[in-house]
């Protein structure tokens, strides 16, 4: 007699070799212009889409919404899951402006257009034998992009992205162009301002040169994890956990810099095998919801990533995801760094009381404290928990989200700007200290709003 669970799993076997051949037939991704939210779960109104190939298209096009009274949104790489990119007007892809325009090796710093992917510019840097100190794991996210939503990578001596900048160059309202650098009064309102300021055309970074990285990987319960944070991201450059909630596992990736030379690197065909298989159980969960349950009761995702491995890179390889990540819905929460151990047991405690339907990793990052005014590590070091669904039902996001957010609510948590998160421009203003400012910069570049949206309108407008 075949049993339930083996009966799902003969289905999902069935399913996934159906499918393989459509998932391996390309990197999963759409290169034109994005016309919708990563997770699929919102359309952008990319109706009148604008791709201007130089500094003079821009500049003109920003005068011409000006003098017509239009609106105008920045169209980055669609990495985002809210309507960040929602146009009411025209549409302002970047994807056509894109290079380098400069680069000062003595001083090793590098000027590119606004529209350069991460990946562009960790090539153009490496032919120049230079690197990034630190970068985020998607590297097809635009330059600007990433500035704009305080994107980050993770290592408790590091910044978010944005800490690397020297310099922008920003378009605004009126069609005046500002050079802003690092000692102009509003550069930390700009670098970090999610469009609303302006459209950024260059940006100039500090880089340093090259280097490697080693990462070692290993699994503990969770338990052991929780206990030792604080020393693990003190201890390394680079600390990166993720963790299965149901199975209490925990993966810790730790990286440090390495002065030997690289190892052959891995062939990640396997790991990119195993995560489309993940992808295609978490499907089929989609329409059979009892694969769900046995996802997690399996420990299926456990069983296919978590596992020790030692790994020496250039450090934009070691950074990045070696393979496309398919698109997902998450929310990204930035506590205070003292209280991540604390947070953390909250939360498993609470998917297990009840039972959450989780199908996904929990992930966990420290980022150094900056001054930027929209920042969610403005004024603090903090710990970033990325809570991941694929497809989640309307019950199982408002409680892993939303239900959540609230409990840990007395440690003030600051959403990703980019990622799912329920506040208003009150609680905004009770968690962002120079939010008010904010606002009054946005007033003096953008008096009549061109750079907005009604999903903007409604957290940056107070009564």
């Known amino acids: 007699t075949i049993t339930m669970e083996q009966w799902l799993w003969r289905l999902a076997l069935t399913v996934c070799l159906l499918l393989l051949a459509w998932k391996f037939s390309s990197d999963g991704r759409d290169h034109s212009p994005p016309v919708m939210t990563f997770d699929g779960s919102r359309l952008l109104n990319v109706s009148d889409l604008r791709e201007p190939t130089s500094r003079q298209e821009i500049l003109q096009l920003v005068r011409d919404v000006h003098i017509t009274k239009q609106k105008l949104r920045v169209l980055g790489s669609g990495h985002s899951l809210l309507p960040l990119a929602m146009s009411e007007g025209v549409t302002l892809s970047l994807r056509k402006f894109t290079g380098l325009v400069g680069i000062d090796s003595k001083a090793k710093q590098v000027t590119v257009k606004a529209g350069t992917t991460l990946a562009e510019l960790n090539s153009i840097l490496e032919e120049h034998g230079l690197a990034l100190s630190v970068l985020p794991a998607i590297s097809w996210q635009t330059?600007?992009?990433?500035?704009?939503?305080?994107?980050?990578?993770?290592?408790?001596?590091?910044?978010n992205?944005?800490?690397?900048?020297?310099?922008?160059?920003?378009?605004?309202?009126?069609?005046?162009?500002?050079?802003?650098?690092?000692?102009?009064?509003?550069?930390?309102?700009?670098?970090?301002?999610?469009?609303?300021l302006g459209v950024v055309m260059v940006v100039t970074f500090q880089a340093e040169t090259a280097f490697n990285i080693k990462e070692v990987s290993t699994v503990v319960t969770l338990r052991e994890c929780i206990d030792q944070f604080h020393n693990l991201t003190e201890s390394h450059d680079h600390t990166k956990l993720w963790i299965d909630l149901y199975s209490s596992s925990c993966m810790i990736f730790m990286a440090d810099r390495e002065s030997g030379q690289t190892e052959p690197r891995p062939d990640f065909s396997w790991l990119n095998f195993k995560m489309r298989i993940f992808e295609l159980m978490q499907?089929?969960?989609?329409?059979?919801?009892?694969?769900?349950?046995?996802?997690?009761?399996?420990?299926?995702?456990?069983?296919l990533f978590f596992y020790p491995q030692t790994r020496i890179d250039k450090s934009h390889e070691i950074f990045t995801?070696?393979?496309?990540?398919?698109?997902?819905?998450?929310?990204?929460?930035?506590?205070?760094?003292?209280?991540?151990?604390?947070?953390?047991?909250?939360?498993?405690?609470?998917?297990?009381?009840?039972k959450v339907a989780v199908n996904s990793f929990l992930e966990v990052r420290s980022v150094k404290s900056d001054s930027f005014w929209l920042s969610p590590n403005y004024g603090r070091d903090s710990c970033h928990l990325t809570e991941i669904l694929y497809q989640p039902s309307p019950k199982t996001f408002d409680q892993?989200?939303?239900?959540?957010?609230?409990?840990?609510?007395?440690?003030?948590?600051?959403?990703?700007?980019?990622?799912?998160f329920k506040l208003n421009a009150s609680h905004l203003m009770s968690i962002y200290p120079k939010f008010s400012d904010f606002?009054?910069?946005?007033?003096?570049?953008?008096?009549?709003?061109?750079?907005?949206?009604?999903?903007?309108?409604?957290?940056?407008?107070t009564s």
């Open 321 to 354: 995801v070696p393979f496309y990540v398919s698109p997902q819905t998450q929310q990204e929460l930035a506590i205070k760094i003292e209280d991540c151990p604390r947070a953390l047991e909250m939360l498993h405690e609470f998917v297990l009381e009840k």
């Open 161 to 196: 992205l944005a800490t690397l900048v020297e310099s922008i160059e920003l378009v605004t309202a009126s069609g005046e162009v500002m050079s802003i650098n690092k000692s102009d009064k509003i550069f930390d309102a700009a670098v970090t301002s999610l469009g609303l």
């Open 283 to 303: 499907w089929a969960a989609t329409i059979i919801p009892e694969f769900t349950s046995l996802i997690m009761q399996s420990r299926l995702g456990t069983k």
């Open 400 to 420: 892993y989200f939303f239900d959540y957010y609230d409990l840990i609510s007395d440690y003030k948590p600051r959403p990703h700007w980019g990622k799912n």
């Open 143 to 159: 330059v600007a992009g990433s500035l704009m939503t305080a994107t980050h990578g993770t290592g408790i001596k590091y910044g």
């Open 439 to 461: 606002l009054r910069v946005k007033q003096d570049l953008d008096p009549s709003g061109i750079f907005t949206n009604a999903f903007l309108d409604d957290l940056f407008t």
